[in-house]
């Protein structure tokens, strides 16, 4: 057998088979071994995950540095006795009609083989920015050794392992900026995930989230900034500049795609960054090619070299089960059908979009980190208004939708392979409806954190939730009741954008020709004011704007505008009138919905204040909230009745200064938190000890750290490190007699010492069947608990 690269997947076949005495050869296009691991920066510590899995190969592996670890490779292929050419670069490999292969080699050897394994990984081709400027000198795509650069200012851009290893030991002797598309480092190992966190967090360099790479200018020598290059980066809240001497983009690679093709090998689609399609034994298309590794969907090392021995294994006529078998037939035990992981694995492939849409060794992967469940007739999977942070497909069976009441109420049947859940875990609002069981129903729960790694990672995914997203809001809020095939073709013609905070959607006076529906995000819609744009509207994410316009047939009456970074689906006018014209039923209930926004609309117009007071609103955070607490100043006595109940109910610590933050016409937003629709403090918690509940509060477990992360990512200033008391809080026994430590005070532990400190925050008193402390204890009245929907009800009490 010809094995073709040393990299992990690669060498475990080559050591099986010389342990084995397989006949083989391992050619290496480098003069070392792994180039891969070899030119990851010195010193790397290099971690064997995932830890669920057991490590099979001939080769020895364990977390260590890459020196370690390259040492301990060198030492395996020669106490084997691998068969192995270096500086051998395969150039073609080609099957002829008896079935042996032919492979030419740069240096003009030739090696004849029955059997060839692909081990080439992907790192060859590096994906680049895609911004004007990506090919200025001092932009690379590879970093060997940190400390050849001293007293530079550097970005890196990536949010991956390389990434982050990469920014982390640049900044011990150099200012580093690291860039981030997403919100949090999904993508990431565990300990890597820790370590930039922690690296953040002490301050040793400044993270961009939510932010792409715009274009890169370079700077004439003599700039005052004294710096090479400028950076243009779009952030989340804004544009952002940063003057810089070298950029490192890490942004991972795409496979060999030509070469892999020239050899016979078939994808699945025409994506460059698509991997082929393998059997369960790692067998391509071609008959005797086997792929294993990166190249074939699964890039870390502990996976790869556990598929370099299978395949030897199988290719050699002693076959074995993959290392995953045990954990995913336990998880199988669920389904009736058949206990063959492989059969299960092809029935789901077929029955979902999903599952169809990655390769057999990703499906494997992506189950490792789901959980299979069923559920009885009639069971409530959640409940309308719920908070969740999963979505579910269903592989056999079928759920009830359940949403609105009266002449809107409607119940409808979620068959096999489709997807329910998705609306609340993009737009990070409350679920729309409640979804039941039906017979039969077995569902793959998804987490939330695997979920957008692989919308993020898969186009086709990405496509299939957009639609069903976009299927349900139409039916969910435009046209109830149209039939799904009509409304397929207009969510054909939709199409995703996204918004910076602040950037206009559409502009007043514009043609209107589309409906939006709000991904994620929220918007607002303005007309220009005497010294500022009046907000007459507010929409959160999982609504939809625009609509007034088109069945009015006007142009733009309002300026439409991101509050937060945004992103919706657009829907075009025209199909959407054709389909109102085709149920009239439909249109009528359609513009009779309507006149309530055209009332709050008139409403503002004639008060502008309102709209002034709903800026004020946004600016203070609650264009993310979902749950705040506001303070009617013309009702509140400065009792603090608030605070110190809230103190007397959480072990001493109140979660909330009243005094604190701003007041606008009576109107005052005291620090505490807002529960966000996305939340801040989530995303860097290295412990996972905050979550959301499913009544949306948003809440920090006994097992906090105390890191400070959160407390220190939150734009809202409402997480503090506090101490509990030893003595079980009563808001009762301190309303009647305030007997009790003094709310707010720090009580030393009993250990000798003080207590750890932990992270705190309000959790809405959400195991208090009264309801939240503060607003209970409030005896005016003042203090009041809101989310978006209910921004109207609040201008009009304060614009009283």
Not at 733 to 749: H, N, V, Y
């Amino acid at each position: 057998m010809a094995i073709v690269g040393s990299g992990p997947g690669g060498l475990s076949s080559a050591c099986r088979a010389a342990e084995m005495g397989d006949s083989h050869v391992l050619l290496e296009a480098k003069p070392n071994l792994s180039n891969t691991i070899f030119r990851y920066q010195k010193g790397k510590h290099v971690m064997a995950e995932p830890g669920i899995l057991p490590l099979r190969a001939a080769a020895r592996f364990e977390a260590g540095t890459r020196e370690a670890i390259l040492d301990a490779w060198y030492g395996d292929v020669e106490e084997k006795g691998v068969n192995i050419r270096y500086e051998a670069e395969v150039t073609a490999i080609a099957r002829d009609d008896q079935g042996v292969f032919h492979l030419s080699v740069k240096n003009g050897e030739g090696v004849t083989a029955d059997t060839v394994i692909l081990g080439i990984g992907v790192q060859g081709n590096p994906r680049k920015l895609g911004a004007p400027g990506e090919d200025l000198p001092g932009i690379q795509y590879t970093l060997d050794d940190p400390d050849e650069y001293r007293g530079e200012v550097i970005v890196v851009v990536g949010a991956g392992d390389a990434a982050i290893e990469n920014a982390v030991a640049l900044a011990k002797q150099n200012t580093v900026h690291i860039v981030n598309r997403k919100n949090e480092f999904s993508r990431a190992k565990e300990g890597n995930n820790n370590l930039i966190l922690q690296a953040i967090d002490d301050g040793a360099l400044t993270c961009h989230y939510d932010t792409t790479v715009d274009a890169i200018e370079s700077l004439s020598p003599d700039h005052d900034s004294g710096r090479s290059m400028c950076l243009r980066l779009n952030s989340a809240e804004d544009q952002v500049e940063v003057h810089c001497d070298r950029i490192i983009a890490r942004l991972g690679a795409i496979p060999p795609r030509a070469f892999v093709a020239s050899c016979g090998v078939e994808f699945p689609n025409d994506d460059p960054a698509s991997v082929p399609q393998v059997s369960s034994t790692y067998e391509s298309n071609v008959p005797g090619l086997y792929i294993v590794g990166a190249l074939a969907g699964y890039p870390l090392i502990k996976q790869a070299m556990n598929q370099g021995y299978e395949v030897v294994e199988t290719i050699c006529g002693r076959p074995v089960r993959p290392a995953d078998e045990p954990i995913l037939k336990e998880r199988f035990s669920v389904f009736p059908w058949v206990d063959d992981v492989d059969v299960v694995l092809d029935v789901l492939s077929a029955r979902s979009p999903i599952f169809s849409a990655m390769n057999r060794l990703q499906l494997r992967e992506f189950l490792l980190e789901s959980r299979i469940r069923g559920f009885d007739e009639g069971a409530s999977i959640y409940e309308q208004g719920d908070y969740g942070a999963s979505v579910f497909v269903i592989v056999s069976g079928e759920a009830w939708v359940e949403f609105g009441s009266g002449d809107f109420s409607k119940r409808a049947r979620i068959k096999t392979g489709r997807i329910f859940g998705e609306m609340a875990l993009i737009s990070g609002r409350p679920r729309s409806a409640t979804v039941r069981a039906g017979k039969d129903l077995l569902t793959v729960e998804v987490p939330r954190r695997a979920m957008l790694k692989l919308i993020a990672s898969n186009e086709k995914v990405q496509r299939f939730v957009d639609r069903t997203f976009t299927m349900r809001a139409l039916d969910r809020y435009l046209v109830p009741g149209v039939d799904e095939h009509e409304l397929s073709d207009v969510v054909a013609q939709a199409e995703l954008q996204e918004f910076r905070a602040g950037e206009a959607i559409y502009e007043l006076g514009g043609a209107a020709d589309h409906i939006y529906l709000i991904r994620s995000g929220s918007v607002t819609l303005s007309v220009p004011g005497a010294n500022e744009d009046v907000i007459l509207n507010y929409v959160p994410g999982g609504n939809y704007f625009g609509e007034l316009d088109v069945i009015a047939g006007t142009e733009r009456q309002q300026t439409a505008r991101a509050a937060i970074k945004t992103q919706t689906i657009s829907v075009p006018a025209q199909p959407f009138l054709d389909l109102l014209d085709r149920y009239p039923d439909i249109k009528e209930s359609v513009r009779a919905r309507f006149s309530e926004q055209i009332h709050r609309r008139l409403e503002l117009e004639r008060s502008p204040e309102r709209g002034a007071l709903m800026h004020f609103l946004l600016q203070e955070g609650m264009g993310e909230a979902t749950d705040a607490l506001l303070i009617d100043e013309s009702l509140c006595v400065r009792c603090d009745y608030c605070e110190k109940a809230c103190a007397a109910t959480h072990g001493n610590v109140s979660r909330l200064d009243r005094e604190a933050g701003a007041t606008f016409n009576n109107l005052h937003v005291p620090t505490s938190c807002r529960h966000c629709e996305h939340p801040h403090c989530m995303k860097d918690c290295p412990p996972d000890a905050i979550h959301r509940s499913p009544n949306g509060e948003v809440y920090i477990e006994d097992t906090c750290i105390g890191c400070g992360n959160c407390e220190r990512n939150c734009p809202y200033g409402v997480i503090q490190m506090g101490v509990a008391s030893q003595e079980k809080p009563s808001l009762l026994k301190w309303l009647l007699t305030g007997m009790g430590p003094e709310p707010g005070a720090e009580i030393k532990g009993t250990s000798g010492g003080n207590s750890i400190k932990k992270a705190v925050k309000c959790d809405m008193c959400g195991d208090r069947e009264e309801g939240p402390a503060c607003v209970q204890a409030c005896p005016t009245g003042a203090a009041i608990r809101v989310g978006p929907e209910s921004f109207f009800q609040v201008l009009s009490r304060g614009g009283r």
